[in-house]
């Protein structure tokens, strides 16, 4: 059975940090690409950031640049995302994605929301 389960999201003040993760199960990890999406009420869902399964490239959304980091270890299966900086405007629903090929998986979602 596949699963992506995220963790980490919360209340964070501005400036804060939190970091998100991404455990996967039920299929082969290491040749997916991951990425985290975000999607606020009313939006389509936003790509935050990409990292490729074999040479581990990442990409950025220009609103995440220099803030965000994303990571994999392919050994435990997950994927993070390390966030900084952060502005009230980064609170959405955070997602995980799985795709390769035509495959792709998500998780449930996890809420950050960034407020003083």
């Known amino acids: 059975q596949v699963q992506l389960v995220e963790s980490g999201g919360g209340l964070a003040q501005p400036g804060g940090s939190l970091r998100l993760s991404c455990a996967a199960s039920?299929?082969?990890?290491?040749?997916?690409?991951m990425r985290w999406y975000r999607q606020t009420p009313g939006k389509g869902r936003e790509l935050v950031a990409a990292?490729?399964?074999?040479?581990?490239?990442?990409n950025y959304a220009d609103s995440v640049k220099g803030r965000f980091t994303i990571s994999r270890d392919n050994a435990k299966n997950t994927v993070y995302l390390q966030m900084n900086s952060l502005k009230p405007e980064d609170t959405a629903v955070y997602y995980c994605?799985?795709?390769?090929?035509?495959?792709?998986?998500w998780g449930q979602g996890t809420q950050v929301t960034v407020s003083s």
């Open positions: 994605n799985a795709g390769w090929l035509a495959r792709t998986y």
């Open positions: 039920g299929f082969a990890f290491g040749v997916y690409a």
């Open positions: 990292i490729g399964s074999g040479d581990d490239s990442t």
